[in-house]
């Protein structure tokens, strides 16, 4: 991909944020990019979770060195902008973290999302100001490699053990403040959660996590939410049909679930022709 494509791609993203609300579903490989693009979606996010699994790991157990290589796949193998799951940052300090996300932006990706969780179950958030920090120098950092990249900020209280709105909105209202051109908490469940989050950081633009039916685009929208992602929700939906037929073999020896998926013909419809290299 040229530079010029990329910047239009780019480009493309930051418009999406602009007005409006859309979906950004979440491959977890080159195959399951090329299909979601080939419904109409017109942008995507990795997922940490969905990747790790297809790589045989877990969930955060994945080097930086392999996830920029699995952002460089995913952003060639689609003609739509991609927003990089990027985790922490692989890194605590705010220089390291600067550093790594200049070099996720030289996969192609048009945008990434740093998160505050900092894997320590004794105090699973980065102490307030260290977090503020660590936006305000990816931020800065992707200003001076003139990268145009679309930066957002998560904070994970209501996924890491520590549900208090009132400090979630504190933090996203400060890395917004920071450089942040979109805010995002995964694990908000409610109308009101939802309308806090969006009426605090306004005018930013808000992304919320669907990962169960409890809600609709139509309400999201209604909200006034910019972006709904499915983080690791897809993969494990496919994980899903993979392992009951698996155990239907191993453990009956017969093949019911087989009969009931895509045909080839429907998946190469979907896919169409591969991207020239």
């Given at each position: 991909?040229?530079?010029?494509?990329?910047?239009?791609?780019r480009t493309r993203f930051h418009a999406l944020h602009a007005s409006g609300c859309f979906m950004i579903p979440n491959p977890w490989d080159a195959g399951s990019a090329r299909l979601l693009e080939g419904l109409g979606f017109k942008a995507l996010a990795t997922t940490s979770s969905g990747f790790a699994f297809g790589a045989g790991g877990v969930d955060g157990g994945m080097s930086l060195e392999a996830t920029l290589a699995h952002l460089r796949e995913i952003a060639s193998s689609?003609?739509?902008?991609?927003?990089?799951?990027?985790?922490?940052?692989?890194?605590?300090?705010?220089?390291?973290?600067?550093q790594n996300v200049v070099r996720a932006a030289e996969t192609g990706i048009a945008g990434?999302?740093?998160?505050?969780?900092?894997?320590?179950?004794?105090?699973?958030?980065?102490?307030?100001?260290?977090?503020?920090?660590r936006i305000r120098a990816a931020r800065e950092a992707l200003d001076r490699a003139r990268t145009n990249i679309v930066l957002t900020a998560r904070s994970e209280g209501?996924?890491?053990?520590?549900?208090?709105?009132?400090?979630t909105i504190r933090r996203l209202q400060a890395y917004a403040s920071a450089g942040a051109d979109c805010l995002f908490a995964p694990g908000l469940r409610t109308r009101e959660q939802i309308s806090a989050i969006v009426d605090a950081v306004a005018p930013k633009p808000v992304n919320v996590l669907v990962s169960a039916p409890f809600t609709t685009v139509e309400e999201l929208r209604g909200l006034g939410v910019r972006r709904i992602s499915v983080g690791g929700a897809l993969a494990r939906a496919a994980w899903?049909?993979?392992?009951?037929?698996?155990r239907e073999l191993a453990d009956r020896g017969t093949f019911a679930a087989?009969?009931?998926?895509?045909?080839?013909?429907?998946?190469?419809?979907?896919?169409?022709?591969?991207l020239p290299r």
């Open positions: 991909m040229s530079d010029r494509e990329t910047g239009e791609l689609v003609t739509v902008p991609v927003n990089a799951d990027f985790r922490e940052g692989f890194a605590i300090e705010p220089n390291q973290v600067a990434l999302s740093v998160e505050d969780s900092s894997g320590d179950p004794a105090a699973p958030l980065f102490d307030r100001e260290l977090a503020v920090e209501f996924i890491a053990g520590r549900p208090d709105l009132e400090e899903t049909g993979f392992l009951a037929a698996a087989l009969g009931s998926a895509v045909s080839f013909a429907d998946l190469n419809a979907v896919a169409g022709p591969p």
